[in-house]
């Protein structure tokens, strides 16, 4: 992704919440076919909490980056790997 940024942004992030830019083009709830990969990698009882937001740019603290770095890579492997996903 690149992203060329004019001005310094604000970091809005908190020691308890991220923040990411929201993408029109990524909707988790888009249509069946989306909503099935988001609830295959998300579980059900989470898949309508997923946020519309692009990899990049996510600000963080370190240390939320380090509790859910493992789970991320882990996730974003899964995906890579799935066909459907991938597709």
Not at 19 to 44: C, D
Request: hydrophobic share 45%; proline share 6%.
């Amino acid at each position: 992704t690149d992203h060329l940024f004019l001005k310094v942004i604000p970091n809005l992030a908190s020691a308890d919440e991220a923040v990411g830019y929201p993408f029109h083009y990524m909707v988790p709830t888009r249509n069946a076919i989306t909503r099935a990969i988001v609830r295959k990698f998300a579980g059900e009882a989470f898949y309508s909490q997923v946020q519309q937001v692009g990899p990049s740019p996510v600000l963080m603290t370190f240390s939320s980056l380090r509790r859910v770095a493992s789970e991320w890579e882990d996730v974003s492997f899964a995906l890579k790997r799935d066909a459907e996903a991938d597709a």
